[in-house]
């Protein structure tokens, strides 16, 4: 049991975790604070897993960095969207 | 030549992202000659000379991106040039009472355009993700573009649903490539085994991209979302934007993961899809707002595409290749005719200024084209003849009886009446001669884009062969594998 | 002389029968009271035809028309010739009954040009059936006789004209069904092999019917089909409703000659003679002869009580059909009595038929004149009475006798007695007629 | 030119529907001569294909819809019957229609649907095998649709929800039936071609039961659209439907459609004999005979015209059916003349009844009391429909109970003789009363709703020659059936091609 290893049962622990707060939240920014939590789960599994073969993997490096710019977008996103919809009147906790 | 395929419409992208408004308008016809240029020399070329993988910048796979471009994709980059090219000449009209929106549009457009281009000609699944996103955070920009507090909250479910499913799929790859090493689908394809690891992992990608399909029971956004934005948004999102995570959803199920997945499995994807035709049909008929109602129609047809998994797997190979055929058939014919209907009923709900189904009266003398576009494209999403949609299904019906499936045949025959019976409702309104209120003209291009998409629809029930010749240059047909 | 033989030969028998059937075309409501003549007009042709046929000494004369209906056959049947006579001087000497009326004003009723039309299509239909060959083209005129003569009887529309007009037509419509399936059945059996039939020859059935094995069957709906018009007992209930109601001219050639299509049917379609032999019909000759007894005298007890003198004349129909019926059924069952019997029944036939209907004539004139001139009527109206009673040196007589005489030699036992006694029956009737004929 | 003749026979209608749709409404004279040219146009197509088809000459379109699967246009002689009746009765029913709809709203879209009716009645008549026969059989639903709803009002809504509930869930069990018969029976897609002795005859035994089961199944999904008990319940109700379309519906496209699919069934796909072998005749002739007599015992219930004239059809188009059951060529004649037959007569019925309802205001039975008098022309067509439908002769309709009875008895079912006799008396009870009330009522009130005034003519011209010409053709039909060119002699040419190959 490599140390990686670790990393990817902590990270499954992580994303159980905000698995179940994303579907139990009701307010729309816990849900937001939820899925970025979950990503950086899927982010630690994805370094975790692949390294405890042959040293270090220049691909998952690459492809979590890429990750976290597309979980970073995205969440901007979310966060626009929300702010116009409870602008709007919307009920951020429905 | 496959990567000006991304090129163009990132370039086009930015591009109307930083021109001036008027600008960025004139530059739309360029765009969108260029890229259903590119499609169709694309096409010629690979019809020539076969499939091709192409390495972006040199870089070799797993760091670099590696393009293929085989039968099947570029049929689906030629149908999404075409469907959007006339969802766009459509949105150019429909967007002048939206000059707000119109400002978004536009750079929306071409990024979802790019994502759906990298998803077809992707060769590496994580390639896939990233198209996915793109694909996703453009798609949720569209829906969110009016702004309204209905629409926003769409939006919203449409975005987390979209961010959940894409993280259940990035979970699901990171697992493949920790126990293979590698995210090329070639490679993967003949090194995943039927172990736990593979069945976790798939498992995760297909919840994932089950949501983003929007497929019953995972359907709950769709509705919202595709109902409430505007109407070219909605055709581009019900022709093709589902139609991405079906694709890969398809390529993991009888390409990659071929070896590790099980009959038990295919046919609960099966029953998925059955419950998905009956629930949407219902909806379907049950709403009274007709956007509600093209919606829901595509919550049923996506039903239709789920049935490939049980008819494609544990099967005979000629009952499977009946299968493939049929679904990618449907899935052409339905991504017209859903654009087709969406563009007609935008039409339509604009001349009326409302969408309520039973206030329909006297359209058809004010907007005949659109309700003829309507119908056409009703033709084809109920399965009758001549229309793809008819073909398609005539395939699925006979893969059924090959390998004996007599409930998917069944649950095929009444899911084509059930559409008769929901889409008959608008008909029937329509037939009534006293309008309740001003019926406004409408710009004629507007009524002839929909009416040009639904000829395709039914077209291709006689152009069959064109799409079915691509399909045999590649090699993918479902393997007859699949353990008890 | 050449040329009367060549238009013998040339004129084609089917012009002849639809002469009247353009007159049809040519009346009109406003003009319909100048246009009587044409029921004069209508039979002539034919009439003059036949006459011209008797004066040859009765050549072959027959006309084909491959291509129209089934496949036309028309000819003059020399056996039944005599009947084709009777009928057309009786349409004719109605027809100027008709014309007469139309003249002295005499028929101020509504719908006259619907009675005209009417008219001439059942003389159509009448007269064609007698040259008609063909199974297709029979039937033809048949029906179009059978329907049109609706018009004649409900001609008056009171309500018991319509009464007599819905029994009329319901046995009608029944008559035609049995007719149509015994005709369609023995048709089948004429024609079996060929491809494509066309409809048989009439003279192709009897042979057919007697080969078929279930021939009894065919014969017994033919029977039955043609019993209506023939007024066989059970199936005659038409008739005496019927007559009273109807016009005059229009119930004279009802029963004078109309009635006579059903017998002509009966010749023409049964196995009888030789294709009786064997026995194989004998259970249906022999319901003929007991139908036949039945509707002789049993007309003649309902007529006694009849209350008018036209209902009575139809019992007396009824009566002397039922004789005929007797004839019938007896040279059916003797088959090699047929010949003789067959030539009676024309002779029967011929003789009630023109009597009958100066009897019906009768009635209108008594009813039309009054005081000496009624007086003179009503006893030379004694001469057609009498000879159906069939008093010595009378055409009734003639041809009882000629039965008579068959049936002497054979071993019928009570039917000579019984026969004879119809004689009575007749009397009952004609005693009855002359009554009610003086009332009025 | 003998491949694509047949498409052009198709195209004279698809492209004038085509074209009238993207003509705007106010075109009037530009869209009746368009109208009138094309069917002109395909009569003489049609009459050159009949004059090919006699001399022995092949017209076939084939077009690769999906692999094995081919679209068949073919002429062959009994496509060529119900192509020429559809093409003849196009021209008359538009006649009337332009005269019936004069000053209506949305003609365009009438005359559009219309036009695409005929071409896929066109497409049924053509259609070289069973998916080309479903391809035009669904969208003969499709096109007629519109037709039977196009007045708009709550009724007629409501007439053609039932409509569509009935075609669409027949077409549904013709997919299946289809769908079968090219999964399970026929690999190669050969024997799914119309032949003219049938192509299933060499099927080994075991198939057989499979076989049977197809056909009912083909049946049942033809059955629908042909109208027979219990699936009829759609024609009564479609009676809403303007008259043009009740006399095109009834008398040419969809019940024919269904009975002329039943006889592609049983001689061209099974082959008379083998369906013979096979036991499946009967069963459907003792459903047609049912259904002759059902339909004409609820057509003596009717009190309104066109309802009356729905359940006739009811049961004539029944006779179809039973003479395709009859195992036997004249049998086949019967059932094939009276395809034809039934149409012209009909259609004459249609006509009269609109007529009626547009010149007096007619609808009821009751109400026709001396119609003769004021509309004489239109009450002698109707009493010759009337009196062919009841088997007098010499009209049509006494040629086809002709052969249908002798075909019967041929076969070995005497028992048909029964029906047939039944059925027409049955006929006799509500026709006759009609043309009683017609020729022998005086009228005393005043008529329902008077709309044309008694001019020149009893009524609108082009409603009245249509009429009178099919009364004419049912006559001519009845006393020329010997003759070499009427249907009767068609209908042997077809009949000797099917049994003697």
Partial sequence: ?94 | MTPILLIIPLAFAILTLLLPRNWARATIIPGLVLQVGAAVLLCIQIYHDGPQDYALGDWQAPLGISLIADGFSVTLLALTSLVAALCAVYAQYFLTRYPREQRYFWPLFWFLLAALNGIWLAGDLFNLYVGLELLGLSAVGMVALTAEKTTLKAALDYLYAALFGSLAYLAGVALLYGAYGTLSIVQLSEMAAANPTTQVALGLMTVGLLLKTAIFPLHYWLPPAHGGALAPVSALLSALVVKASFYILALLWLDVGALAVTVNAAQAMGFLGAGAIFWGSWQAFQTRQIKMLVAYSTVAQLGYLMLLFPLAIGVSEAAAHLAWQGTVLHLLAHAFAKAAMFLAVGTLVLALGHGRINDFGGVSQRNPVALFAFGLSAVSLMGLPPSGGFNAKWLLLQSAIASGQWHWFVVMVIGGLLTAAYVFRVFRVSFVQTAKHDIQETHPALQFSALALALMAIGLGFASEIPMSFMNLTDFTPSPGGSP | MTLLMYLLHQVPLPLLVIFPLVLVAFVHTNTVRRRGWMLIAAPIPMLLALLLWYGYGQPEFVTEVPWLMLGLHWRIDPALAPILLMTTLLWTAAGTYVWQQLRSGGAEEPHIARYLRCWLLTLTGNIGLLVAGDIASFYTLFALMTFAAFGLVIHTQTKNALFAGKVYIVLAVVGEGLLLSGLIWGAAHAAAGELTPTAPLLTHLPGAIAASAQGVWIALLLFLGFGVKAGLAGLHWWLPLAHPVAPTPASAVLSGAMIKAGLVGWLLTLPLGEFAAGGNFASIASLAVILGLVGAFGAAIMGVFAKKAKAVLAYSSVSQMGMITVMLGTGWLYDAAWEAVFAAIVVFSVHHGFNKGVLFFGVGWVGALSGRAATLILVLLLIPALNLIGVPFSSGEYAKDLFKAVIADLPVGLLYPIFSAGALATTALMLRYFYLLRKT | ?501
């Avoid at chain 4, 879209?109 to 053509?126: D, E, P």
């Avoid at chain 4, 039932?162 to 897609?189: E, F, K, R, S, W």
């Avoid at chain 4, 060499?202 to 049942?220: D, G, K, N, R, Y």
Wanted: proline fraction near 5%.
């Fill in chain 1, 1 to 94: 049991m490599t140390i990686d290893l670790w990393y990817a049962i902590v990270g499954s622990i992580i994303v159980a975790l905000s698995v179940f707060a994303f579907l139990t939240s009701r307010h729309l920014m816990k849900k937001l604070l939820a899925f970025n939590i979950m990503g950086s789960g899927v982010f630690l599994i994805m370094v975790g897993l692949p390294q405890h073969q042959h040293g270090v993997d220049p691909v998952p490096q690459a492809l979590v960095l890429t990750g976290i710019v597309v979980a970073v977008s995205a969440t901007a996103l979310a966060l626009v969207i929300l702010r116009r919809y409870v602008r709007a009147g919307g009920n951020p906790a429905p």
């Fill in chain 4, 1 to 501: 030119m003998t491949t694509l003749l047949p498409v052009f026979v198709l195209a004279t209608s698809l492209i004038t529907a085509v074209l009238i749709f993207v003509l705007p409404e106010r075109h009037i004279r530009l869209r009746i001569g368009l109208n009138l040219t094309a069917a002109l146009l395909k009569i003489v197509l049609v009459a050159v294909m009949v004059a090919g088809i006699a001399n022995q000459v092949d017209y076939e379109f084939r077009y690769e819809l999906l692999p094995g699967i081919d679209l068949i246009l073919r002429a062959d002689a009994l496509s060529m019957l119900f192509a020429g009746l559809s093409s003849v009765l196009w021209l008359f029913t538009t006649v009337y229609a332009i005269g019936y709809l004069e000053g209506a709203p949305n003609r365009s879209r009438f005359f559009g649907f219309f036009s695409l009716c005929v071409a896929s009645t066109m497409g049924i008549a053509l259609a070289g095998n069973l998916f080309t026969f479903l391809i035009f059989f669904e969208l003969l639903t499709l096109s007629t649709y519109p037709l039977v709803v196009h007045r708009g009002t709550e009724e007629s809504l409501k007439a053609g929800r039932t409509y569509l509930q009935y075609t669409l869930g027949g077409g549904a069990v013709l997919l299946v039936g289809v769908a079968l018969m090219y999964g399970l029976v026929d690999q190669t897609g050969s024997m799914t071609e119309f032949a003219e002795t049938g192509t299933l005859a060499a099927i080994p035994s075991e198939q057989h039961f499979t076989l049977a089961v197809i056909f009912f199944v083909l049946i049942a999904g033809l059955g629908v659209k042909a109208a027979l008990v219990p699936l009829h319940g759609w024609l009564p109700i479609a009676m809403v439907a303007p008259a043009p379309v009740s006399a095109l519906l009834h008398a040419v496209a969809v019940v024919k459609a269904g009975a002329f699919g039943i006889v592609r069934v049983i001689y061209n796909i099974y082959g008379v004999e083998f369906a013979w072998q096979l036991g499946v005749l009967l069963p459907l002739a003792i459903l047609a005979s049912i259904t002759i007599i059902w339909g004409s015992l609820r057509a003596l219930q009717q009190v309104e015209v066109k309802k009356r004239l729905a359940y006739s059809t009811v049961s004539q188009v029944s006779y179809i059916a039973l003479g395709a059951c009859l195992f036997g060529p004249v049998g086949t004649i019967g059932g094939i003349v009276h395809l034809l037959h039934q149409g012209i007569m009909k259609v004459t019925l249609f006509f009269c009844a609109g007529n009626y309802a547009e010149t007096l205001g007619i609808h009821k039975i009751k109400d026709l009391d001396g119609a003769g008098a004021r509309m004489p022309l239109t009450s002698i067509a109707f009493t010759l429909g009337a009196f062919g439908m009841i088997g007098v002769p010499p009209l049509a309709g006494f040629i086809s109970k002709w052969y249908l009875g002798i075909g019967a008895l041929d076969a070995g079912m005497s028992w048909v003789i029964g029906v047939l006799i039944l059925s027409s008396m049955l006929n006799a009870g509500y026709f006759l009363p009609i043309v009683y009330r017609l020729w022998f009522k005086s009228r005393r009130e005043p008529w329902p709703d008077e709309h044309i005034p008694r001019g020149r003519f009893e009524t609108h011209g082009l409603l009245l020659w249509p009429t009178v010409a099919t009364a004419v053709f049912s006559l001519a039909a009845g006393l020329f059936a010997a003759h070499a060119w009427s249907p009767l002699s068609w209908s042997s040419l077809i009949a000797f091609r099917e049994y003697l190959p």
